[in-house]
């Protein structure tokens, strides 16, 4: 069974760092690229990051509010991606979910997402 | 990026009537359309991919049409469980999300 379990959430001040985590398993974790998603309470889904796998050369993307405060890796040998947040912001505020991918963003499986509340 | 306009954001609908929600894209993005299903406080779930592919598990009453920049979903008879909200997303490039669309009784 596919699972994508998301932990690291939490309450944070603004301008602080928080890493969020995506534990995987049911698949073949290292085939996939994985994205990040978010949505803020009340709003639509935002995509945030993406990183290919290794055949794509792991790849990297960041939605323009994010890039250069954000920083998504993996870890093929512990089946895991992060999602390293900096210089939080309070539109930051969000469930964030990871999701996996192959050729085309498809989002076939989501984990069930983990809140992060930036605020003073 | 691409931006995906849906129509209409929100709708008021009975059980057994036939819903279509439309979305479209700011330029063409041939068949890279995808639908998901969100329940108040729940995962998005995949619904629809590359236009007009069902996926796995989802009842045929919905389906899904287009290609360029005019992209339509389709629920042929409304379930009970279909009222939720439901977004369009392209990945024909950098991934994009619409607004959603809340179908409610």
């Known amino acids: 069974e596919v699972q994508l379990v998301e932990s690291g959430g939490g309450l944070v001040q603004p301008g602080r760092s928080l890493r969020l985590s995506c534990t995987t398993s049911?698949?073949?974790?290292?085939?996939?690229?994985m994205s990040w998603l978010r949505q803020a309470p009340g709003k639509g889904l935002e995509w945030v990051a993406s990183i290919g796998s290794k055949a794509d050369n792991e790849r990297l993307e960041y939605a323009a509010s994010v890039k250069d405060r954000f920083f998504i890796s993996r870890d093929d040998s512990k089946n895991i991606a992060y999602l390293q947040m900096s210089t939080l912001k309070t539109e930051d505020t969000a469930v964030y979910y990871c999701s996996r991918w192959r050729i085309q963003t498809v989002y076939d499986y989501w984990g069930q997402g983990t809140l992060v509340t930036v605020s003073s | 990026d691409i931006q995906l306009t849906q129509s209409p954001t929100s709708l008021s609908a009975s059980v057994g009537d036939r819903v279509t929600i439309t979305c479209r894209a700011s330029r063409g993005i041939s068949v890279y359309l995808n639908w998901y299903q969100q329940k108040s406080g729940r995962v998005p779930k995949l619904l629809i991919y590359?236009?007009?592919n069902l996926q796995s598990g989802v009842p045929s009453r919905f389906s899904g049409s287009g290609s360029g920049t005019d992209f339509t979903l389709t629920i042929s008879s409304l379930q009970p469980e279909d009222f939720a909200t439901y977004y369009c997303q392209q990945s024909y490039s950098t991934p994009t999300f619409g607004q959603g669309s809340n179908v409610e009784i």
């Open positions: 049911g698949f073949s974790f290292g085939d996939y690229c």
């Open positions: 590359e236009s007009s």
